[in-house]
């Protein structure tokens, strides 16, 4: 079964620069969530997106920004990047259409700031 | 808002022994509750879910856990565990209610390494 998949898997940036991260979703969900994971910690809800509009927001910095494309992928955009955005970024999706959904998160995106 | 709890950041346990992994949490509103597992540079993958109903719910690889709305717990058990089953596991909480995109918007506690020993 086709699961939520994200690219690039690792990445590495130096400090002050730019990264975007991508995730497309399970085929037919229309809600997308993204969560940073830092280094021995629990995952963090950073925002969500539900047909293309922001849903839901957590403690996102306003550095980052995220968007839901028409064919349903998201993007998280993260501008002059610090040392302490490196982290591991999950994003997730769901369908809202069925009785006892869920999400399923994809692999994640390991994210080094050097 | 909700937060999430788990009393033990680390389980050892012997290869056949039962296990249980503590969680508590704390909510002004009704939850939904999940246990997530993560294996060593893997995403989340989901072990069970109490949505409604049965306060008891069996999820994959023999776990299983019980929701108690008195005490604001949601222990995960199995009755004898692996090798293959460590990893870290995750407690979650999720707004019910909120609508769909609810599932997906959790708050997680800070997670227990179970280690398993032959």
Known sequence: AAGVIQSPRHLIKEKRETATLKCYPIPRHDTVYWYQQGPGQDPQFLISFYEKMQSDKGSIPDRFSAQQFSDYHSELNMSSLELGDSALYFCASSWTGGANTEAFFGQGTRLTVV | ?118
């Open chain 2, 1 to 118: 808002a909700q937060s999430v709890t788990q009393l033990d950041s680390q389980v050892p346990v012997f290869e056949e022994a039962p296990v249980e992994l503590r969680c508590n949490y704390s909510s002004s509103v009704s939850v939904y509750l999940f246990w997530y597992v993560q294996y060593p540079n893997q995403g989340l993958q989901l072990l069970l879910k109490y949505l409604s109903g049965s306060t008891l719910v069996k999820g994959i690889n023999g776990f299983e856990a019980e929701f108690n709305k008195s005490q604001t717990s949601f222990h995960l058990r199995k009755p004898s565990v692996h090798i293959s089953d460590t990893a870290e596991y995750f407690c979650a909480v999720s707004g019910a209610g909120a609508g769909g995109t609810s599932y997906g918007k959790l708050t997680f506690g800070q997670g227990t390494i179970l280690t398993v020993h032959p």
